[in-house]
DNA sequence: GACCAACATTGATGTAGATCAAATTATGAC
DNA sequence: GTCATAATTTGATCTACATCAATGTTGGTC
């Protein structure tokens, strides 16, 4: 009944796999989706979607780092939402969206229109199983990050921020120390965090000057002491495990 | 493809329409559900369920409010979901879930064993569909939250928090004035809001002495100035309209 | 209706992080 | 390389909300 969390359809010219697709398919159903495919690119500070615009594609974001954000009347902003490689845009069954998608550096997309898509999930149900997953697992994460802004404490914030990328990027198991691009400048990262640039730049000195992390350039982090930085995040230690 | 936001399976004894079902499920898969179900009892501040505890049911909530929260290593907790009648519990292809759920009133579910349930999914991928759509809409609410935890001040939570009583509360339309109970200590409305319950208690003071709202008990609110709440939420007036 | 225990209000004070304001350091175009 | 512009750091100050501390209210029980 329950699926692993799979990222294993390979389709032909993407450098990923596409978290979206089932592992179930079958190589017809697979092959549907190639069919239907196309690229899109976007430079750094383009914006991909404009809340409220018609959703004429789902995606999977093959290459760069995208953002999530809403908007009050006063102009400001929360990001809601990070996106990276393999991660799926979009909603299956929406015309539109309620946030607008920016692209935080350069940023490729593997693009599905969506009424083919849609056909596909149609008749394809472990797909739509598979969408609900992330969905679910988008959720799991929203609620991490409530309670991030709602509680957290600026250092708090900023070390689950960089223990966070440490998780989701791409690296070498079994090293403790990892170099991290951050993607993002001091600015997008205190949207992320419900924070001002300020509180974010004092704060990465202090965790520096503590010997926590290091920064190679302003744009990568390297964790120097991955536990220091774990209970800095004031997470409960069993989920840092789990995680 | 777009399926419509549907509340239209009434279940014999339930007196509300569970927000699970498709419309589009015949009546053989609708009673399928019947032969599943039962019904479990909680009285206000008990756990329904903690986090980490393996999930032998999914369920829709029948009476009473229940409330979704996650705690920090050292005490702190913050609400990330407030069920409704009618609102969903549980997740499909899950074990476990991440958070606890509190009664915050008395409450009634109604459950639906899980593998069934899931065999079910299975068999009506209207279904599974629908439990995709209920994901996509929780996430987009989780996502309105984080914008007001992050950027929010206390008075604009106050009044979101107000404005979405009276959007959910189950009303007869057209008034001007609704009164809506809270259900909720100014403890647990400080937790889902960020807030102490101190700050609580004086901005919905302030906004009572503004004439916005009333109080005939200390549970009940009653909204006298519709227009001016949705002004002191901060959002965009575009969205108050859609919403 | 008197008592008790939650719950809520109100006030005084403290503080983390915002805001305002330079100074410093990258970055990229020519 | 040099300049111009954007990003970052650092410092001084301010403020919204937290915290601490009573006091007041409500509702249930006997």
């Given at each position: 009944?329950?699926?692993?969390?799979?990222?294993?359809?390979?389709?032909?010219?993407?450098?990923?796999?596409?978290?979206?697709?089932?592992?179930?398919?079958?190589?017809?159903?697979?092959?549907?989706?190639?069919?239907?495919?196309?690229?899109?690119?976007?430079?750094?500070g383009e914006t991909i979607l404009w809340r409220?615009?018609?959703?004429?594609?789902?995606?999977?974001?093959?290459?760069?780092?995208?953002?999530?954000?809403?908007?009050?009347?006063?102009?400001?902003?929360?990001?809601?939402?990070l996106l990276l490689p393999s991660d799926f845009?979009?909603?299956?069954?929406?015309?539109?969206?309620?946030?607008?998608?920016?692209?935080?550096?350069?940023?490729?997309?593997?693009?599905?229109?969506?009424?083919?898509?849609?056909?596909?999930?149609?008749?394809?149900?472990?797909?739509?199983?598979?969408?609900?997953?992330?969905?679910?697992?988008?959720?799991?994460?929203?609620?991490?990050?409530?309670?991030?802004?709602?509680?957290?404490?600026?250092r708090e914030k900023i070390a689950t921020f960089?223990?966070?990328?440490?998780?989701?990027?791409?690296?070498?198991?079994?090293?403790?120390?990892?170099?991290?691009?951050?993607?993002?400048?001091?600015?997008?990262?205190?949207?992320?965090?419900?924070?001002?640039?300020?509180?974010?730049?004092?704060?990465?000195?202090?965790?520096?000057?503590?010997?926590?992390?290091?920064?190679?350039?302003?744009?990568?982090?390297?964790?120097?002491?991955?536990?220091?930085?774990?209970?800095?995040?004031?997470?409960?230690?069993?989920?840092?495990?789990?995680?």
């Amino acid at each position: 009944m329950t699926l692993p969390i799979l990222r294993d359809f390979k389709c032909s010219h993407c450098p990923i796999r596409h978290r979206a697709v089932c592992s179930h398919c079958d190589a017809d159903e697979l092959s549907a989706l190639e069919s239907i495919k196309s690229y899109r690119s976007f430079s750094a500070g383009e914006t991909i979607l404009w809340r409220g615009e018609p959703l004429e594609y789902v995606a999977s974001l093959v290459t760069g780092v995208a953002a999530l954000s809403k908007t009050l009347e006063d102009g400001r902003t929360q990001m809601v939402g990070l996106l990276l490689p393999s991660d799926f845009i979009g909603r299956p069954g929406r015309d539109e969206i309620e946030f607008d998608v920016t692209a935080t550096t350069d940023v490729t997309l593997c693009c599905f229109a969506r009424s083919p898509f849609e056909q596909l999930m149609q008749a394809t149900p472990h797909l739509t199983q598979r969408i609900m997953e992330l969905a679910l697992d988008e959720l799991d994460a929203a609620r991490d990050w409530m309670l991030l802004l709602g509680r957290k404490t600026a250092r708090e914030k900023i070390a689950t921020f960089i223990e966070m990328l440490v998780r989701r990027a791409p690296s070498e198991a079994g090293t403790n120390t990892s170099v991290i691009p951050l993607s993002m400048t001091r600015d997008q990262i205190a949207n992320y965090l419900g924070l001002t640039l300020e509180t974010v730049s004092r704060h990465f000195n202090a965790l520096k000057k503590e010997g926590v992390i290091e920064f190679t350039d302003r744009k990568f982090v390297a964790v120097k002491n991955l536990k220091a930085l774990r209970i800095a995040t004031g997470d409960d230690t069993d989920i840092q495990v789990a995680l």
